[in-house]
């Protein structure tokens, strides 16, 4: 129906009529709840703030891996950094407390201690509480993100009861820590007081210098993200559905399927051009602030991550994919296909992944743009390799769900061929090979929306729709991997694009570095640690299945240390042209 | 007196304006508007609107009005209000009276049963419910009715009194009315009246003898004078208490227009009219010729209001002035009135009942001051009453301007006056309209302004 009454003018003249009127535009008296972005829950403070202050009298930054470091900067500036100390009105530390752990603080914060945090730069080295202690620092004895260690200082405890020890080390301009580190005890802060008023430390405007002023210009500028989550910063074009092909897909699908920077300048045709990977890297070609002042208008609604025009269609349902007949056909199905699909699937995309070139190490004056495209196409193989490996673990889950404890085997065998449409002839061998044009060309045809793994699941979505039979969180992990699917597609799709600029011979790229699966007995080490894997995840999913969550638990937990040997004994072969030989027909 | 009515449509049933249950169109010298019935909302249209809504299909009509507003939901729904507190009890201290008014509803002060007076102990117990639930701050009501409730003077005195206290240990506020013939009300009474700030509603049906003719004594005499001398010190005096004349019009006192600038003279604080739609003897209720005479009569009334109005006269015309608040705040209700919701009328032996005109009625009896309400005859009362289960008020445009009628003249005589208020609606729209062009500052005012009863 066209809209004719769009055309007619109607006036509100009561109150009742006023009150409740849609005004055209966003006059002053639109309602906050109701405006474009004025109004956004969790945008009345940075709860980040809050944790500046976890401990008493003193207060915290948490500062992030500079992006674009002066070489003369100062190293290791990441982690939590000691901003100053600040206890005079601190409602923890009144003066004349007679509390042992206050009057403590109370000396070091007007001693020796204060003489010493006055000079240089101050970071938490760790923190404890309890039987816990957490390193501010990775393996590899380089400072973790502040914004990480954020996240552990949120999951401290407060309370007299449960005092939390930090460890403060002063960082020289090298990054090398050479003076005794300062220990100091206290409970960590109660951010609100039992009437629920933030506690009295923080000073006006504390809790919310983070954030930005909410208007047109916050579109580019915003620095902490927030506005992404109503106002994308990556999306995908509007498509034509009346050139979609016969089958419902697009005509042309790397069009359609290519993420561009909604602020961009460009926003003809021809300025379709892929979001490249960082914020900074975008800006040249995003609307400036004169712009964005005309232009926030035009800035198109974004429905389901794609820009749409004057009409929204909803995407055409996929073909019919109707249910497995029954019960069993269906757990035959995960047992049998799916979960080994997705182990042999998670052993090639990391296979895959080791192929690709240290990012460090390749010819930055030749290739300025590769370390940038390299780190992008290494995260996002390793993010759909981890990707499958969850959907083992859910695979499995269904698995123990439907056949109850007793019955149920873990299912941690990789299948040995791989198919990629409905036609027989598309099942490939399982093979070990390195990210070359072909492979990824491979990996895209198995992901792609409406293929084999992608109709699997969905007929496990369409059998379990009966709740009746089936529980509510099966049916939710299904259409999980179901949809996960169409995310790995796109990942390949975008990987393609952006290695398809550089020139390929011969099986020689310059994104790739020679790699052979190890017939000498040199990848043993990280073999075995593969086995460990696989130990680990049947253990793991036995105990679970059997609602032993504390024996789970611990088996994951060496599960992980594992995997963490094992990508770096990968990376190390990888490094000497070793590939890691995971079956049988691979190794000597 | 002869007057031009206007045609609204009432002996047919064909515009689409009157015949859409969703919206009303109308028009004044300013323009064209509608009502849109949902939300009792008003709205500036296009000249075209009304042809161009009248061929849209349902679902057109349906997107347009749902433009209109940022409700999603209906302003009133099927779901009757639940656990109400009580805020108004009127107590019928006396079912008795020296009148004779033949079209009573409470036939001759008794409502067809012995004469007698309320006790103290009923009037007390009464007293205490009404202060059952009023919180601090709360706003409640004490009214005394009868028959003529001042043949039981010392109980209406104490019942006062006793609820004063009562309001102030809790901290609420209780405001008094009574509701009298007016023959017996003495300079004693008046002081009381102006002390305890009583809305006094009069009930006078004319001017001198017609008045005289419907309302006179049990020996036949007319009581015009009488009341007239007994409300002097009143009227003189205007003091706190604020006097109305109500006039329930019969086919014998249809000139409604005289009796108003009348009344007015005299000093009244509001005067208001009611058609008597059902009285025990039918010959003095209304039909559909009386009615379409008394809108005529009425918007002539309004005409003058009006004009007062535009002028920056006073002429408390109350159901004009009522009317006029009531659209401009978008009044929209899902009952006429309170009955049985917050209000409820009392007999003299304690009866609960939904309102004044029920007392002794079995089909509004909801329980009784010394056992409480029955909640089941109470929710049965609100579920039944509701505007949206009441025919054929559906299929109507004023049903939440309306409420849907006089629940005791519905239920006792059905629904003759539709087309009488949609007609007398019709002209307050208008009039709406064009004093909020001209005198936007009159509905700036304190809602002070007195409400029709």
């Known amino acids: 129906m066209t809209e004719p009454y769009k055309k007619l003018e109607v006036a509100p003249r009561n109150l009742t009529a006023r009150a409740a009127y849609r005004a055209a535009g966003n006059p002053a008296n639109t309602r906050l709840d109701s405006g474009v972005g004025n109004c956004f829950p969790g945008l009345e403070m940075d709860v980040r703030d809050l944790d500046r202050r976890f401990f008493p009298g003193l207060v915290f930054n948490a500062v992030r891996v500079p992006l674009n470091p002066a070489p003369d900067a100062p190293k290791r500036t990441e982690g939590f950094h000691l901003v100053f100390v600040d206890y005079m009105y601190d409602p923890m530390l009144p003066a004349n407390s007679d509390v042992a752990w206050v009057r403590k603080l109370l000396a070091d914060y007007t001693g020796e201690v204060a003489d010493r945090l006055a000079e240089g730069r101050w970071f938490i080295s760790s923190i404890m509480q309890g039987e ?15 914004m990480t260690v954020w996240r552990f200082v949120r999951s401290l405890e407060p309370g007299e009861k449960s005092p939390v020890t930090i460890a403060l080390e002063r960082r020289e301009h090298d990054g090398e820590v050479k003076e005794d580190l300062i220990y100091l005890q206290a409970p960590r802060r109660q951010y609100r007081t039992q009437d629920g008023v933030f506690d009295g430390a923080y000073q006006p405007g504390e809790l919310t210098q983070s954030l930005c002023n909410p208007w047109s210009h916050d579109f580019r500028d915003c620095g902490c993200h927030y506005w992404p989550s109503n106002h994308p910063d990556v999306v995908m074009a509007e498509v034509d559905e009346t050139e979609a092909l016969p089958t419902g897909q697009t005509a042309d699908p790397m069009a359609a399927e290519t993420y561009l920077d909604w602020l961009r300048n ?9 979001a490249r990977n960082t914020v900074e890297e975008n800006r040249p070609y995003q609307i400036d602030h004169y712009q964005v002042n005309q232009m926030w208008g035009e800035l198109p609604i974004v429905v389901e991550g794609r820009e749409t025009g004057t009409f929204y269609e909803a995407a055409p349902d996929q073909s019919f994919v109707g249910p497995y ?9 995960l047992g049998a296909k799916l979960a080994p699909l997705e182990l042999v699937l998670t052993m090639q995309y990391l296979y895959a992944y080791f192929s690709l070139a240290d990012p460090e190490q390749v010819d930055h004056a030749r290739w300025p743009a590769l370390k940038d495209d390299l780190i992008f196409a290494r995260r996002a193989i390793l993010g759909v390799s981890i990707g499958e490996m969850t959907h083992l673990r859910w695979a499995n889950q269904m698995l123990w769900t439907l056949q109850g404890p007793d019955v149920y085997e873990p299912v941690i065998t990789p299948a040995q061929s791989i198919r990629t449409g409905p036609d027989p002839s598309q099942n490939y061998p399982r093979t070990l090979s390195p990210l070359t044009p072909d492979t990824l060309d491979r990996f895209i045809e198995i992901e792609r929306p409406e293929g084999f793994i992608d109709r699997a699941y969905a007929r496990c979505v369409a059998t379990m729709l009966d709740r009746k039979e089936y529980p509510a969180h099966l049916y939710e992990l299904a259409v999980r991997i179901d949809t996960d699917g169409d995310e790995h597609f796109l990942r390949f799709s975008h990987m393609k694009q952006i290695l398809s600029k550089y020139p390929f011979k011969d099986g020689v790229a310059p994104y790739l570095r020679p790699l052979t699966p190890d017939t000498e007995g040199k990848a043993d080490a990280a073999m075995a640690n593969f086995h460990k894997v696989e130990a680990g995840l049947k253990a793991a999913y036995t105990a679970e299945a059997k609602g032993d969550m504390a024996a789970a638990q611990a088996s994951i937990a060496k599960v992980r240390s594992a995997m963490e040997d094992f990508r770096e004994e990968g990376e190390a ?16 | 007196m002869t007057l031009d ?5 009432l002996d047919r049933r064909g515009p689409p304006g009157l015949s859409d249950p969703r919206v009303h169109f109308f028009d004044t010298e300013h323009g064209h508007h509608m009502l849109a019935t949902d939300g009792s909302r008003i709205f500036d249209v296009d000249p075209g609107l009304r042809d161009a809504f009248a061929g849209w299909d349902i679902a057109e009509q349906g997107a347009f009005l749902a433009g209109l507003g940022m409700r ?8 009757p209000p639940a656990d109400m507190p009580i805020r108004a009890l009127s107590l019928a201290v006396a079912q008795k009276c020296n009148l004779a008014c033949t079209y009573c509803y409470a036939s001759g002060g008794d409502f067809g049963v012995p004469a007698r007076n309320m006790e103290w102990d009923v009037a007390k117990t009464s007293v205490d419910r009404l202060m059952e639930k009023a919180e601090p701050g709360a706003r409640v009501n004490l009214a005394f009715m009868g028959g003529e409730p001042l043949v039981n003077r010392p109980l209406v005195r104490r019942a006062t009194e006793y609820a004063r206290e009562c309001a102030a240990a809790q901290g609420c506020t209780v405001g008094f009315s009574i509701t009298t013939n007016g023959t017996l009300v003495t300079d004693e009474d008046a002081d009381f009246f102006n002390d305890h700030r009583f809305a006094v509603t009069v009930s006078l049906d004319g001017v001198g003898p017609t008045h005289d003719r419907l309302r006179s004594y049990r020996g036949g005499r007319g009581s015009f004078e009488t009341i007239l001398k007994r409300l002097e010190p009143l009227l003189g005096r205007m003091g706190q208490a604020q006097v109305s004349a109500r006039v329930t019009v019969t086919p014998a006192n249809l000139e409604l227009r005289e009796t108003l600038d009348h009344f007015v003279s005299l000093g009244f604080h509001s005067v208001g009219f009611a058609p008597m739609l059902s009285a025990p003897d039918a010959r003095h209720q209304m039909d559909l010729p009386h009615l379409h005479e008394m809108l005529a009569q009425m918007i002539d009334c309004g005409k003058a209001c009006e004009a007062a109005i535009l002028a920056g006269r006073s002429y408390p015309f109350s159901n004009m002035e009522a009317a006029l608040m009531e659209i401009h705040r978008g009044t929209h209700r899902p009952y006429p009135c309170g009955a049985g919701a917050g209000y409820f009328g009392v007999s003299a032996d304690g009866g609960v009942f939904a309102c004044h005109r029920f007392v002794e009625d079995d089909a509004g009896a909801i329980g009784s001051v010394q056992q409480g309400l029955d909640p089941v005859r109470r929710d049965g009362w609100l579920a039944d009453r509701h505007v949206h289960k009441q025919t054929p008020c559906q299929s109507c445009w004023a049903q939440y301007l309306c409420g849907g009628g006089c629940h005791h003249e519905v239920i006792h005589r059905g629904r003759p006056a539709c087309d009488y208020i949609r007609g007398w609606l019709d002209h307050c729209l208008g009039a709406y309209v064009r004093i909020s062009e001209a005198r936007p500052d009159y509905f700036e005012q304190p809602s002070a302004r007195p409400q029709a009863s």
């Open chain 1, 132 to 146: 816990k202690k957490i390193s501010a620092y990775k393996r590899n004895g380089e400072p973790i993100d502040g």
């Open chain 1, 266 to 274: 460009d926003r003809g045709p021809a300025g379709d051009v892929a």
């Open chain 1, 325 to 333: 007949p029954d019960r069993k056909a269906m757990i035959d199905a």
């Open chain 1, 573 to 588: 072969l990888a490094a000497e042209g070793i590939g890691i030989p995971f079956w049988p027909e691979h190794q000597a």
């Open chain 2, 5 to 9: 009515v206007p045609d609204l449509g």
């Open chain 2, 72 to 79: 999603k939901v209906p302003y009133i729904d099927d779901v």
